[in-house]
T-cell receptor, first 114, second 112 residues
Framework: QQPVQSPQAVILREGEDAVINCSSS?????VHWYRQKHGEAPVFLMI?????EQMRHEKISASFNEKKQQSSLYLTASQLSYSGTYFC???????????????FGQGTILTVHP | DAGVIQSPRHEVTEMGQEVTLRCKPI?????LFWYRQTMMRGLELLIY????????DSGMPEDRFSAKMPNASFSTLKIQPSEPRDSAVYFC??????????FGPGTRLTVL
């Protein structure tokens, strides 16, 4: 079951903040966040595990609400380099049996202008 | 350390031809994933291996697609015969113990 990301696109000015959400209809074990720049491969940002803490990568942080089966990515004081498409990947069961199989959302396009 | 290596980076072929995409995972990683990315369907998991054994190939679209992993350092994705709707970017990713997946640069396939 593909997770649903919102919004589909965000346009920001440098220094502004944004939130990207990722929701699943099924219970999750972990949520992985990736950023992909045009013409490049997705690059890992962070992983949130069930029962784990909120994570941070530079000025980007994320949370995981297990009860609501959703994760949010917070981009603070955005920089031009934050532009790209952000994907959440969800894992339904613990790594031992799914070997890290991820189902990716459709992506959120983030554009940061000077 | 070298990341995931894929070849070729670009492939242009004619409908009906056989296409073979290659992937070398990060040394020491024991899981390997093949994805296909298109504007319409996004990033789709085709098949993945653990310790060289195929675990789940439910994402492989048709019998025209096949994948092998003969050893821990090499995998192939083959399309035979290829069709225009197979045009996409194909990514290979590897991970250790099912955690962070590291993606290769991708192969952009165009089937005319």
């Amino acid at each position: 079951q593909q997770p649903v990301q919102s919004p589909q696109a965000v346009i920001l000015r440098e220094g502004e903040d944004a939130v990207i959400n990722c929701s699943s209809s099924k219970a999750l074990y972990s949520v992985h966040w990736y950023r992909q720049k045009h013409g490049e491969a997705p690059v890992f940002l962070m992983i949130l595990l069930k029962g784990g803490e909120q994570m941070r990568h530079e000025k980007i942080s994320a949370s995981f609400n297990e009860k609501k089966q959703q994760s949010s990515l917070y981009l603070t004081a955005s920089q031009l380099s934050y532009s790209g498409t952000y994907f959440c990947g969800t894992e339904m069961t613990a790594g031992g049996t799914s070997y890290g199989k991820l189902t990716f959302g459709q992506g959120t396009i983030l554009t940061v202008h000077p | 350390d070298a990341g995931v290596i894929q070849s070729p980076r670009h492939e242009v072929t004619e409908m009906g031809q056989e296409v073979t995409l290659r992937c070398k995972p990060i040394s020491g990683h024991n899981s390997l994933f093949w994805y296909r990315q298109t504007m319409m369907r996004g990033l789709e998991l085709l098949i993945y291996f653990n310790n060289n054994v195929p675990i789940d190939d439910s994402g492989m679209p048709e019998d025209r697609f096949s994948a092998k992993m003969p050893n821990a350092s090499f995998s192939t994705l083959k399309i035979q015969p290829s069709e225009p709707r197979d045009s996409a970017v194909y990514f290979c990713a590897s991970s250790l113990l099912g955690y962070t997946q590291y993606f290769g640069p991708g192969t952009r396939l165009t089937v005319l």
